[in-house]
């Protein structure tokens, strides 16, 4: 029972290259999430999905592109990529549905771009 | 706007005594509030959830408190230990239903 499993952990990339961060569950929850994470600015909402099939803008979603391929995954792609999006990474889920209780985080993806 | 507001200051305690944490919040109906503890490096993990029609929370030496008149948590951490050294955030349901706002948490110290 992993729970939730990011990939990759670590990644440089130059402004302008395109990638995408994976994100699996296997606690069966409904909703999934990305925040990410900066020094001072906290944990800022980046885009949710609260059910298979659907996705949401959350607080910072300019730059990034989502897609929840399954209940199992939640995907993020940066397409192209700018030095303001060098930040830690996490996926989270939230058990239950009304309401909704704890959230489970990954181990999150510290991502530099150059 | 939405605010959740934790003491920016890192918070040095010696070990044994108590930690108390503030959570502020404003523009926020919260039928509940959680706590998490963040590890550098690590994700947050789930500490304790108390809803809006209780007054406080226990878990082992964890207690929280919810004041939905003042717009307040407070958590304690009893007996504290230097593996309780962390990042603590507090977290409010957002108005969509889905996902969380945190607060920018609050660093604790504790020495032996």
């Known amino acids: 029972n992993a729970g939730v499993t990011q990939t990759p952990k670590f990644q440089v990339l130059k402004t302008g290259q395109s990638m995408t961060l994976q994100c699996a569950q296997d606690?069966?929850?409904?909703?999934m999430y990305w925040y990410r994470q900066d020094p001072g600015m906290g944990l800022r909402l980046i885009y949710y999905?609260?059910?298979?099939?659907?996705?949401d803008k959350g607080e910072v979603p300019n730059g990034y592109n989502v897609s929840r391929l399954n209940k199992r995954e939640f995907s993020l792609r940066l397409e192209s990529a700018a030095p303001s999006q060098t930040s830690v990474y996490f996926c989270?889920?939230?058990?239950?549905?009304?309401?909704?209780?704890?959230?489970?985080f990954g181990q999150g993806t510290r991502l530099t771009v150059v | 706007s939405q605010k959740i507001e934790q003491n920016s200051e890192a918070l040095n305690i010696q070990e044994g005594k108590t930690a108390t944490l503030t959570c502020n919040y404003t523009?926020?109906?919260?039928?509940?509030l959680q706590w998490y503890r963040q590890d550098p490096g690590r994700g947050p993990v789930f500490l304790l959830l108390?809803?809006?029609?209780?007054k406080e929370k226990r878990k082992e030496r964890l207690k929280v408190t919810f004041d939905t008149t003042l717009k307040q948590s407070l958590f304690h951490i009893t007996a504290s230990q230097p593996a309780d050294s962390a990042t603590y955030l507090c977290?409010?349901?957002?108005?969509?239903?889905?996902?969380?706002?945190f607060g920018k948490g609050t660093s604790l110290l504790v020495t032996p």
């Open positions: 523009n926020y109906s919260p039928a509940y």
């Open positions: 606690m069966n929850h409904n909703s």
């Open positions: 108390i809803r809006e029609n209780e």
């Open positions: 989270a889920t939230q058990k239950g549905d009304s309401p909704r209780g704890e959230a489970f």
């Open positions: 977290a409010l349901e957002r108005d969509s239903g889905y996902a969380l706002n």
């Open positions: 999905s609260a059910s298979e099939g659907t996705t």
